[in-house]
């Protein structure tokens, strides 16, 4: 899902604790900075979303989905999010890197790309 | 007989459109009182947008607007003592400047200024938002947009509308006393008794029921507008067009409103 | 797989979009705040809520024009104004005024109060005081309002003005009653100033005149016929001349009738010093007609002077209209209009 076009991608991903936990700004965009940091793309934080590449607003949408430690995170079909990445590695790096503030993470995808990921990344019903 | 059933579906069509918009109009503008009332709804992100709406709403324009406003008030009042003194009604010219300017023109300058300038960005931008599904996203998100996005929009259009109209009528009212008395501080009790007898109770609540009446419409008449955009890009033009002229017209609708009940 | 290594303390970067945002909000909201708490303190003292004020009611009969912050004025300076008014149960209106106590001194037990309405503008209250050295007025006195109204004897007035203007017109336009008898009485001087002086003014025509002097001549060329008569006809002659002289005699009535004459002379003069000085009248209250529509706001006072003057003036213009037909039997289609 799009992300705010005139908030940067860390007030974007900072937004939604700030938002659901009545917490101030400082303690939510120091929160969203970490995770940003884990995944290398700490320069972006401050682009807004059509500055964006398409690695990093995929990075910032699951950040946006993954700050709130959600028990399960869906990924709908990579290949739209990062049409210009080979992403099967990229993808597995950034879960990889963001491990510890992941609960579950499924990826959807259509059934001839299965071979692309590794088992415990597939939902138990990929189409 | 097609033509005519069809110029008639058309007709229906376009009348229940409006009827629906209006009717989303003031959907919003209760839903976003009652969440405006209730102050579980504030939290630190709305907050924020609160400020940033007040922010570009008022701050920004602050000095080149209360700078109109004050040429815009020297020019009347100067006229309005003019013609009263031709005509040998010199007492009158404060009162009469005074009723003009702080009742009337200046809260009606200020809402058609915010609306011209924010109200149309507001506008777009909820246009845009709802064309690229981010409002969609924010809800996925678990954010409430209407009291993430758009009760503190209107909140801060309505504080604005109020910061500036008080700002420029306290101008306007110094101004009046110096074209009326000169600078001088002796005639403060004549000021004071004019002052008294032009505002008594039912006028100030008048002017501050106005000027949040024109507040709400500036902002929650755009937002409507706005969430009523077909999810096209090429419609958002329109959607502006739309909402800036019905915002127009429940402005005027709002002033002559308030004079009919004032005068009649 | 191990936690990526947190850099050392790289800041949290914060958008530069807006500097001091806070402050600026939270001053702006305040001046706000400040500026209607400030405005509406001000208005509650404009309208005399920190005031220590007098109460003062005037009781009228009709207040229109009146209203609430009306202010009532003592020599034309604001002193205070009307705070409440309302029916009373015998219909008449008690008006309260909140007079402030440092004004206060103005109003004393012999102060009159009246309400006075002009043209253009409001009504006016206002407090007369003639003796500043009387007792003041207690707190909650009252006072009847006196109410005068300019505009409602406007009318009457302009009615009577025209009136009188109208006859003074028509005794001025050629052919006018009075200045026929204006042209008889120049007749008259005229034929007194001919050769046969009075006699001719009487008779009308030098040649009645003449005819009278022909009689004289005729009479004196008798006497010295009679005179060169023989003595013997003296106690004829006596007789004549006790006829011609002496008491109830021709010569004797004659004289009477020019006495007459003379006396008639005297009215119609004195007539026209009159008409001279209501001319002049009527001139002046011309003029302060003008001066009215001029400054009608001013004109209360003036209008009742005016309005005795002019009354005057009619019945005056009236009596020597009267006088006049008396004296003058002609011209008796003189109509004046009694307004």
């Known amino acids: 899902m799009p992300l705010r076009a005139n908030l940067s991608l860390l007030d974007n991903i900072a937004l939604i604790p700030q938002y659901r936990h009545n917490l101030d700004y400082e303690t939510t965009s120091a929160q969203a900075w970490n995770l940003l940091l884990l995944t290398g793309q700490e320069s972006a934080a401050l682009k807004r979303d059509p500055q964006l590449s398409h690695a990093e607003r995929c990075v910032a949408k699951l950040l946006r989905a993954a700050i709130e430690r959600p028990p399960i995170i869906l990924i709908d079909r990579p290949a739209l999010l990062l049409p210009d990445t080979h992403y099967p590695p990229f993808l597995s790096d950034l879960l990889e890197r963001l491990a510890d503030h992941l609960n579950d993470c499924w990826i959807l995808d259509y059934r001839w790309n299965e071979p692309l990921y590794p088992p415990h990344l597939l939902s138990p019903a990929p189409r | 007989m097609p033509a005519i059933i069809n110029f008639l579906t058309r007709r229906g069509a376009a009348l229940l459109a409006t009827w629906r918009i209006w009717r989303a109009t003031f959907g919003l503008a209760g839903k976003v009182v009652v969440a405006a009332l209730s102050p579980a709804v504030y939290n630190s992100a709305t907050r924020t947008v609160v400020m940033k709406q007040i922010y570009f709403t008022a701050v920004q324009i602050l000095v080149p607007f209360t700078l109109f406003a004050a040429l815009l008030s020297f020019v009347l009042i100067q006229i309005v003592v003019g013609t009263a003194a031709e005509y040998g009604l010199s007492d009158y010219a404060l009162e009469m400047s005074v009723r003009l300017l702080v009742l009337e023109v200046l809260p009606l300058v200020t809402a058609l200024f915010v609306a011209l300038r924010s109200g149309s960005a507001i506008n777009t931008e909820v246009a845009l938002m709802r064309i690229n599904n981010e409002l969609e996203a924010l809800e996925d998100s678990g954010v409430d947009t209407l009291r993430l996005e758009f009760m503190p929009r209107v909140i801060g259009g309505m504080l604005s509308v109020l910061s500036l109209t008080a700002i420029t009528s306290v101008l306007a009212l110094v101004l009046a006393y110096l074209a009326v008395y000169g600078a001088q501080p002796w005639s403060l009790p004549d000021f004071a008794r004019v002052m008294g007898k032009v505002f008594d109770g039912a006028i100030l609540t008048g002017i501050l029921l106005k000027s949040l009446a024109f507040g709400l419409a500036v902002t929650v008449i755009p937002v409507a507008e706005g969430l009523a955009t077909p999810k096209m890009l090429f419609m958002a033009p329109i959607s502006v067009l739309r909402g800036m002229v019905r915002l127009f017209f429940v402005l005027m609708f709002i002033e002559v409103a308030s004079l009919a009940f004032k005068y009649i | ?339």
Not at chain 3, 256 to 261: D, E, K, T
């Open chain 3, 1 to 339: 797989m191990e936690r990526a290594p947190v850099p050392p303390a790289p800041p949290v970067p914060r958008a530069p979009l807006i500097k001091n945002l806070e402050f600026k909000i939270g001053l702006l909201l305040t001046l706000t705040v400040l500026l209607g708490a400030a405005f509406i303190a001000y208005t509650l003292y404009a309208r005399g809520a920190f005031q220590v004020s007098h109460k003062l009611i005037l009781t009228a009969e009709d207040v229109e024009g009146v209203s609430v912050g009306m202010p009532i004025s003592f020599s034309g300076f604001p002193i205070g104004k009307v705070s409440r008014l309302h029916l009373m149960e015998d219909g008449k209106v008690r008006i309260e005024l909140a007079i402030p106590k440092e004004d206060a001194r103005w109003l004393r037990k012999s102060s009159v109060f009246t309400l006075e309405k002009a043209l253009v503008g409001g009504a006016k209250i206002k407090a007369h005081t003639t003796n500043l050295q009387d007792p003041p007025l207690e707190d909650g006195e009252a006072r009847p309002l006196i109410t005068g109204d300019a505009t409602k004897d406007i009318p009457v007035l302009i009615a009577k003005v025209k009136s009188i203007l109208e006859n003074v017109d028509a005794m001025t336009t050629a052919g006018a009653p009075i200045n026929q008898t204006l042209g008889h009485v120049e007749t008259v001087t005229g034929r007194m100033a001919g050769d046969y002086g009075l006699l001719q003014g009487v008779m009308g025509s030098p040649e009645k005149a003449q005819k009278v002097v022909q009689a004289l001549d005729k009479a004196n060329t008798l006497l010295t016929s009679l005179n060169g008569v023989s003595l013997k006809v003296d106690g004829v002659l006596a007789k004549t001349d006790s006829r011609l002289f002496g008491q109830d005699g021709v010569m004797d009535q004659a004289q009477g009738a020019i006495r007459n004459v003379n006396a008639l002379l005297g009215d119609v003069r004195e007539s026209l010093k009159k008409a001279d000085t209501i001319l002049a009248n009527a001139q002046t209250a011309s003029a302060d007609v003008t001066k009215i529509t001029g400054n009608v706001a001013e004109a209360t006072t003036d209008m009742a002077r005016l309005r005795l003057e002019i009354d005057d003036s009619m019945r005056k213009v009236n009596h020597l209209i009267n006088e006049i037909n008396k004296k003058w039997p002609f011209a008796r289609e003189v109509e004046i209009k009694t307004p």
